[in-house]
């Protein structure tokens, strides 16, 4: 599952040389099924940064440094500096063209940018910045905030509005891509990849919190935080990973 990761920023470079839409988007679970249903190519910038921070050399502190010399004061998150640095990078000194020194091959310019109110401010506005360089159309998915407002989310018809506050955005935003693209989604695609992404999540979800209650644990906590992308943000690939998360419960149990 790993290896999936890291061949996600090769795809995406080849999406881009065979002429496919890319999006940069944030870790949120709900545009990768339009994605995978309208032929867009997806990558994450916020988990990039990690992979810049631990690459060798000093190409996160460059990209640091770079949103600094921008304006971006230094006390915003780390990862969205390093992806304003890396952005300011790639439109101001090169063009759009990727940076050389980018790891692992580097993110390739997107066509569109896809943000969501789901995670800290901080995110949300850092889209925002790095589409001024891009100057590529912004969407914002509007979520509702799981577990922030607690309270008012166990009041009476509270779940049923919320479903449906959900359903209205997401289908918005589906409209948006197609007539972004100019062509329809398929929906048969979106309800397969979903029930293919929740059997895959049950499956991640008796390994991660049912098999590891186990002493000793059969499952390090490194190998546990390498899996969890798939499963909480979507992948092109649905029914390759529900194979690998089969393999992977019956390994550890």
């Known amino acids: 599952i790993r290896a999936l990761q890291d061949e996600k920023y090769k795809a995406t470079r080849d999406a881009k040389k065979e002429g496919l839409p890319i999006a940069w988007c944030m870790s949120e679970p709900y545009s990768r099924y339009l994605f995978n249903a309208i032929g867009i190519r997806s990558v994450a910038p916020e988990n990039y940064a990690s992979v810049c921070a631990a690459a060798t050399g000093d190409v996160a502190t460059s990209y640091l440094e770079r949103a600094d010399a921008e304006g971006f004061p230094n006390h915003l998150c780390g990862y969205l500096r390093t992806c304003i ?3 300011a990078r790639m439109m101001v000194d090169l063009g759009g063209e990727i940076p050389p020194e980018a790891p692992q091959g580097g993110m390739p310019k997107p066509d569109l940018l896809v943000n969501n109110v789901e995670n800290c401010e901080t995110h949300f506005k850092a889209f925002q910045a790095m589409g001024r360089y891009l100057e590529t159309p912004l969407w914002t998915v509007e979520t509702p905030r799981g577990g922030i407002e607690a309270r008012e989310q166990l009041m009476e018809g509270a779940h049923d509005h919320l479903v449906q506050f959900l ?3 997401v289908k918005e935003f589906a409209n948006f891509l197609e007539r972004l693209l100019g062509k329809k989604i398929d929906w048969d695609v979106v309800d397969n990849d979903i029930d293919r992404t929740m059997e895959f999540r049950d499956l991640f979800y008796e390994i991660t919190d049912e098999l590891r209650k186990a002493r000793p644990c059969p499952m390090n906590a490194r190998d546990h935080y390498a ?13 390759g990973v529900k194979k690998l998360f089969g393999d992977m ?3 550890v149990k």
Do not use: N, Q
Not at 228 to 237: H, I, L, R, V
């Open 85 to 87: 640095g890396y952005t």
């Open 167 to 169: 359903v209205k955005e």
């Open 227 to 239: 899996s969890m992308g798939a499963s909480m943000w979507g992948t092109s690939d649905p029914v």
């Open 249 to 251: 419960y019956d390994e």
